[in-house]
C-alpha cells in the first residue's frame, strides 16, 4: 500500500500540476487561451438582474378554442351533423344545431370514448365542457383541459427563454419554473438589462402576408401600421408563412445598399408555400408582421424560389442582431411579463465572497493547528494534502469554467471538514496498528490498507446525496451539490495519493526510528 512506482509518481505530480496551474489562471492571467479560464460567480456572488416574468395564458385559451372551431366542423359534417352561426370569445365556443340533432351531438360530447371530446380515458374527465340550452352550445375548456394547456404553454414559454438567454451568451443562468404560470430568471454578471427585458418581453410572432387594396377578400383584412408609425396599409389576413417554417436567421449586410438586414432561410414547406405565394403575387407588396407591427413591406419583383430572403427595415447592427435572435429562438406561445424586477449588485456579491473566505480561513487555520497537535509530522503531511485538495477542487471548477455561488463556498469548506476527516480515521488506524505490529512500514501500510473500506463508505454515501441534490435540487442547491462531488473525488485523490505518497517517503526513511506516531 506504500509502494509508488515511478510511473504512479510522475502521474500524481504531472496531474496535480496540470489542475493547480488551472486554479492559480483565477488569480493571474496566462497568454495561453486554453489556460486562462475562470470560475464563474453566480448571482449571490457576483451580481446581475433578477427578473419573474407571468405568462399571459388569454391568447393561448383563445388560440386553442379558434384552432378547434375547424375540427368541431369537419368532425360533425362528418357525422352528417349540421353546426352553424359559429361564434368564438376569450372563454368558449358557441354554435347552433338543428333541434333533431341535439341528443346526438350531447352524446357525442359526453361518449367516454369521444374523438372529438378525449382525455377521458387517460384522465376521466373530458377536455371540453359543454352547456346546451335551447340547441344553442356553449364549449369551453375543462378544468383539466385548462391545466393542461396552460401547463404546456408555460413548459414551451420556459424553453423559448432559455433559447433566447442562451443566445445572449449569459453564463449559467437560472431559469425556473414558479407555480402555473410565472418563470423566474436569474442572470448572473448582466451589464445589460434593458436588453434582455426588451427580448423576453416581445412574443416574436412572426408572420408574411399581402398587402391589399380590396378591402372585401374572402380571407378578411386588418389594418395595421408600420413598426416606426410611417404609415398604415391594409393587409390579407390569410397567412404565407409563420416563424415556425423557419430554420435559420442572422445579421448581414446588403452589399448593394449597405444597409444591416436580417437574413433568413426556410425550410422545404416554407420554401414551397414561399416560391408559390410570390409567383402569383409578382407587383404585390409582401408585409413581414412581428407581433401585430409592420416591420418590412418589400415589393415582390420577381418570384423567390431559393427558400431564402431578407428582412429589411433601417435596423442597427444591434437591432438586426436581436431580431436575428428572436426568429431563431421561436416564437412565445403567449406573452411574457415582468412583474418583479431586481438588480443585485456587486457589493453584496463582494461582501458574500469576503465572508466565505473568511470562514474558509478560520475553518483551514483551526484544522492545521489541530492536525499539528495531534499527529505532528503527519499532521502536516495531511496539512499539506489538504491545500493540495483544495487546489486541485478549485482546478477542476476552472477546467469545466463552473459557477461558484454562496452555497458552493460552502460545500469547499465542507470539503476541508472531510479531508481531515478522513486523514484522523487513517492515522487512528495506523496507532492501533502499531501497538500490535513492531514493523512501522507493515504497521502503516495496515493502517491504510483497513481503514479504506471506511473511507470510500463514507464518501461514496455523501457522493450519492450530492447527485441527488444535483438532479433534484435547483439554482444554489446545484451549485452546492457540484463543489460537494468535485471535494470527495479530490479529497480521496490527496488522501490516498498526496498524502499516503509523502507518509510514504517519510516512513521508509524513518523506518529504523522508534515511534513515529
Do not use: C, W
Not at 507493515?442 to 481503514?451: Q, R
Amino acid at each position: 500500500m506504500l509502494y509508488f512506482s515511478k510511473i504512479r509518481i510522475i502521474s500524481v505530480f504531472l496531474f496535480t500540476f496540470i489542475l493547480s496551474y488551472f486554479a492559480l489562471s483565477n488569480f493571474t492571467k496566462f497568454d495561453d487561451n486554453f489556460f486562462s479560464k475562470n470560475i464563474n460567480l453566480g448571482l449571490d456572488l457576483q451580481g446581475g438582474s433578477y427578473l419573474l416574468l407571468e405568462i399571459d395564458n388569454k391568447p393561448v385559451v383563445t388560440l386553442k378554442l379558434q384552432s378547434k372551431i375547424v375540427e368541431f366542423k369537419k368532425f360533425f359534417k362528418d357525422q352528417n351533423l349540421i353546426l352553424k352561426n359559429f361564434l368564438l370569445d376569450e372563454n368558449s365556443i358557441n354554435f347552433e344545431s338543428n333541434f333533431n340533432d341535439v341528443n346526438k351531438i350531447k352524446n357525442i360530447l359526453d361518449d367516454d370514448n369521444s374523438e372529438i371530446n378525449t382525455y377521458f380515458q387517460q384522465f376521466k374527465t373530458h377536455e371540453f365542457n359543454f352547456i346546451e340550452k335551447n340547441n344553442f352550445f356553449k364549449i369551453s375548456l375543462s378544468n383539466y383541459g385548462l391545466i393542461l394547456l396552460k401547463n404546456s404553454s408555460l413548459d414551451q414559454a420556459i424553453e423559448i427563454v432559455r433559447r433566447r438567454v442562451d443566445e445572449i451568451g449569459t453564463n449559467e443562468p437560472n431559469i425556473l419554473k414558479r407555480g402555473n404560470d410565472r418563470i423566474l430568471v436569474e442572470l448572473p454578471g448582466l451589464d445589460d438589462p434593458g436588453r434582455i427585458k426588451s427580448l423576453l418581453g416581445k412574443t416574436a410572432n412572426l408572420t408574411f402576408q399581402f398587402i391589399t387594396q380590396n378591402s372585401e377578400e374572402s380571407f378578411g383584412t386588418e389594418k395595421l401600421q408600420f413598426e416606426d408609425g410611417s404609415e398604415e396599409v391594409i393587409v390579407s389576413k390569410r397567412i404565407i408563412l409563420n416563424g415556425d417554417n423557419l430554420i435559420d436567421a442572422k445579421t448581414t449586410v446588403n452589399p448593394e445598399t449597405n444597409e444591416t438586414v436580417v437574413s433568413f432561410n426556410l425550410n422545404r414547406v416554407g420554401a414551397k408555400k414561399f416560391a408559390k405565394a410570390t409567383t402569383t403575387g409578382v407587383g404585390k407588396r409582401l408585409a413581414i408582421i412581428l407581433d401585430g407591427k409592420i416591420i418590412s413591406a418589400p415589393g415582390v419583383r420577381e418570384p423567390i424560389i431559393g427558400g431564402s430572403g431578407q428582412i429589411s427595415g433601417n435596423f442597427t447592427f444591434q437591432s438586426a442582431t436581436d431580431l436575428a435572435l428572436l426568429l431563431r429562438s421561436g416564437a412565445l406561445p403567449a406573452p411574457l411579463n415582468i412583474i418583479e424586477e431586481r438588480t443585485v449588485g456587486p457589493d453584496l456579491g463582494q461582501d458574500s465572497i469576503d465572508a466565505g473566505i473568511l470562514s474558509l480561513i478560520i475553518g483551514f487555520i483551526l484544522v492545521v493547528l489541530f492536525m499539528i497537535y495531534k499527529y505532528k509530522i503527519f499532521g502536516l503531511i495531511a496539512n499539506f494534502a489538504l491545500i493540495i485538495n483544495l487546489f486541485l477542487l478549485i482546478g477542476i471548477l476552472t477546467l469545466f469554467e463552473a459557477t461558484l455561488t454562496l452555497p458552493g463556498i460552502a460545500g469547499i469548506i465542507l470539503t476541508v471538514g472531510m479531508a481531515v476527516d478522513a486523514n484522523v480515521l487513517i492515522f487512528e488506524r495506523i496507532k492501533e496498528e502499531i501497538k500490535n505490529e513492531k514493523n512501522s512500514i507493515i504497521a502503516f501500510d495496515s493502517g491504510y490498507t483497513k481503514s479504506r473500506t471506511t473511507i470510500l463508505d463514507a464518501n461514496i454515501t455523501t457522493l450519492i446525496a450530492a447527485f441527488i441534490l444535483f438532479f433534484m435540487g435547483s439554482g444554489p442547491v446545484k451549485g452546492f451539490s457540484v463543489t460537494l462531488a468535485v471535494g470527495i473525488l479530490t479529497t480521496l485523490f490527496s488522501v490516498y495519493f498526496i498524502a499516503r505518497l509523502f507518509t510514504a517517503f517519510y516512513v521508509i526513511k524513518n523506518k529504523h526510528k522508534g515511534k513515529l506516531i
